[in-house]
């Protein structure tokens, strides 16, 4: 199972809007909507920020959204802030029942 | 409050086994499948294994299949990583995580740190 494909890197002024794309395969983004997005910040867990593609989970805030098209799902962040400057991975479920993440990408908060 | 915490990591040599433990606390374990992620020094992660609620059901990333098992002690709310034929390429932070409505992780252990080298 490979990863699914992330741009390794993307930039952003504070208070601009930013999108991550993950792209996958007709076996996992493509087939089901179980993609989620977890926040890496340097030395911590990966935190979920949104699931089942473009759902927030509790506390999570609405500054960031998600979305799907065929098998590539995006991630954007508006009003970009300085806590946002992190790794972002996306995730989906696949048809033989595994898991996959993508390669990540780093934010950076000009 | 909720909480996850791993254990059971060290340095190993190529071929060795470990087994890592993670004790979950804060909710009632033996409702949700858990998950074990790794993320090997300065790269990405990457999922390893799954385990259903009440254990019936374990999946496993090729990487991984026939050399480490998941498995679970609902009565000592205890998640387990046996890890087998220790490769270099083995060596990561691993961390347990709960599962989310079904497909996502929402809680995540500090991870453990496994080396493989000799």
């Known amino acids: 199972q490979s990863a699914l494909t992330q741009s390794a890197s993307v930039s952003g002024s504070p208070g601009q809007s930013i999108t991550i794309s993950c792209t996958g395969t007709s076996s996992d983004v493509g087939v089901y909507n179980y993609v989620s997005w977890y926040q890496q910040h340097p030395g911590k867990a990966p935190k979920v920020i949104i699931y089942?593609?473009?759902k927030w989970p509790s506390g999570v805030s609405s500054r960031f959204s998600g979305s799907k098209s065929g098998n590539t799902a995006s991630l954007t962040i508006s009003g970009l802030q300085a806590e946002d400057e992190a790794d972002y991975y996306c995730?989906?479920?696949?048809?033989?029942?595994?898991?996959?993440f993508g390669g990540g990408t780093k934010l950076t908060v000009l | 409050q909720v909480q996850l915490v791993e254990s059971g990591g060290g340095v190993v040599q190529p071929g060795g086994s470990l087994r890592l433990s993670c004790a979950a606390s804060g909710f009632t374990f033996s409702s949700y499948g858990m998950h074990w992620v790794r993320q090997a020094p300065g790269k990405g992660l990457e999922w390893v294994a799954f385990i259903r609620y009440d254990g019936t059901n374990k999946y496993h990333a090729d990487s991984v299949k026939g050399r480490f098992t998941i498995s679970r002690d609902n009565s000592k709310n205890t998640l387990y990583l046996q890890m087998n034929s220790l490769r270099g390429e083995d060596t990561a932070v691993y961390y347990c995580?709960?599962?989310?409505?079904?497909?996502?992780?929402?809680?995540w252990g500090k991870g453990t740190t496994v080396t493989v080298s000799s």
């Open positions: 089942d593609v473009s």
């Open positions: 995580a709960k599962v989310y409505y079904q497909y996502s992780m929402d809680v």
């Open positions: 995730s989906s479920f696949t048809r033989y029942s595994t898991w996959v």
